[in-house]
């Protein structure tokens, strides 16, 4: 386990997610593949879900745009389910696990690092586009679980080897995850989620960040965790940019992504174009590597905090419930105090797991010195340290992850 000590009020994380070279890989994963429209098209044939799915289409086109700044989030409780796991401890699931969650807050909020991306090299070339800052956060739920899991309070929502498919109506008023073996997709999603039990498939080879946990180990270039920040969106109601078909005549119905001819692999050089636009290839909901996708439209967060507003009631009413805290303070989720979704991201509270956490020896912080270690297992070690301050962030991750985590302690 690696360990950073920083005391501080104002501090920038600086993410060590680095851009990573394609390595060799099977040539199944060397091309992003998603399926969600087949996924959709089987669904359709259902007249009363195909029903359901233009009346909900209709609302959130309707809806007017939610308020811009962001005080009070939207809490969305999760649960991972892994199956056709081998040789996976449950401590390491579960940190994968919340490692994909702090991984979604910072795509969906526009505080991941590599946001910086769009606004250094990207944002030029499309006027009028801004990226987008979603006024919701996931939580990962950790109380009051279905029973049959062996689930305690306290426990993350968690399970391994306990469900089949892509939905289980157990674990209705959540967003499932379902992180399989061998789909032949790195992941599938409804176009638009119910929370009736459904969710997200992902492939044990696009989930986490490259860390393994047993025979569930994400591989380069899907290694970053941006296979289920793209899923997410489907789940949320936002189609691939290039829309439903891969030309000209279709759109994904945002109107401030330029339309697209299909999907671009690997890592396009920004500029490139078809139908008369310049393409947002680093969009989440395009196709290109997790390297190389690094931002929402605002147009996009708009679409999808209309639809969960609309749809997914039932799933942020169920957050007080099942997250700690009331979906503020479990789960890896809490409410910064000086609202970091307002345009200004780099000037965030050490306060709570959804704030950017303090960079490595950033400016202003301070390390404490004389820090000492023991009782270090493979899931916890205790910690002292001369005090020079009152107020730490302790900054910590598992050997060979790229997230980071953070806890508030005092000195």
């Known amino acids: 386990m690696l360990l950073l000590f920083t005391s501080c009020e104002k501090d920038e994380f600086i993410d060590d997610q ?16 998603c399926g969600m429209a087949t996924r959709h098209q089987g669904l359709m044939q259902d007249p009363a879900y195909q029903k359901k799915h233009q009346e909900r289409l209709d609302k959130v086109l309707n809806m007017p745009a939610p308020k811009a700044n962001c005080n009070t989030p ?12 081998r040789n996976a401890d449950i401590s390491c699931l579960r940190q994968m696990a919340q490692e994909q969650v702090d991984i979604m807050n910072a795509d969906f909020q526009g505080t991941n690092s590599d946001i910086s991306r769009w606004r250094n090299e990207a944002s030029p070339s499309f006027p009028g586009v801004s990226n987008g800052e979603a006024c919701f956060q996931f939580c990962l739920a950790d109380k009051n679980h279905p029973s049959g899991f062996g689930l305690s309070d306290g426990d993350p929502a968690v399970t391994n080897n306990a469900t089949n498919g892509e939905s289980d109506s157990r674990w209705s008023g959540y967003i499932n995850i379902f992180i399989q073996q061998n789909t032949g997709l790195l992941g599938s999603a409804p176009f638009g989620g119910s929370g009736n039990g459904d969710g997200i498939s992902i492939d044990a080879t696009a989930f986490g960040t490259g860390s393994a946990c047993g025979n569930v180990r994400a591989e ?3 290694n970053l965790g941006r296979t289920l920040t793209h899923e997410m969106g489907h789940y949320l109601f936002l189609d691939h940019v290039w829309g439903s078909q891969e030309n000209c005549n279709a759109d994904d119905q945002v109107s401030d992504t330029p339309n697209s001819a299909g999907p671009y692999d690997g890592c396009p050089t920004i500029g490139a174009s078809t139908c008369n636009s310049t393409d947002l290839h680093m969009n989440y909901m395009d196709y290109s590597n997790d ?5 929402f439209t605002s147009g996009q967060i708009v679409r999808s905090t209309n639809f969960l507003n609309a749809s997914l009631q039932a799933v942020a009413a169920n957050a007080s419930r099942v997250c700690q805290g009331g979906g503020t303070g479990g789960g890896g989720t809490s409410t910064c105090t000086d609202g970091i979704r307002n345009g200004n991201e780099t000037a965030v509270d050490c306060g709570g797991p959804e704030c950017s956490p303090c960079a490595p020896q950033p400016t202003g912080c301070t390390v404490p010195t004389q820090t000492q270690s023991s009782d270090v297992t493979a899931s916890s070690a205790r910690l002292s340290w001369s005090a020079p301050q009152p107020r730490y962030r302790l900054i910590f991750r598992r050997e060979g ?4 985590r953070g806890v508030n302690v005092r000195g």
């Open 18 to 33: 680095q851009i990573v070279s394609q390595q060799e890989v099977p040539d199944q994963l060397t091309r992003r593949n």
């Open 74 to 85: 939207i809490i969305l409780p999760l649960a991972f389910h892994f199956q056709g796991t």
């Open 220 to 222: 380069a270039p899907f």
């Open 291 to 295: 390297a190389c996708m690094y931002m």
């Open 401 to 404: 992850t790229r997230a980071w």
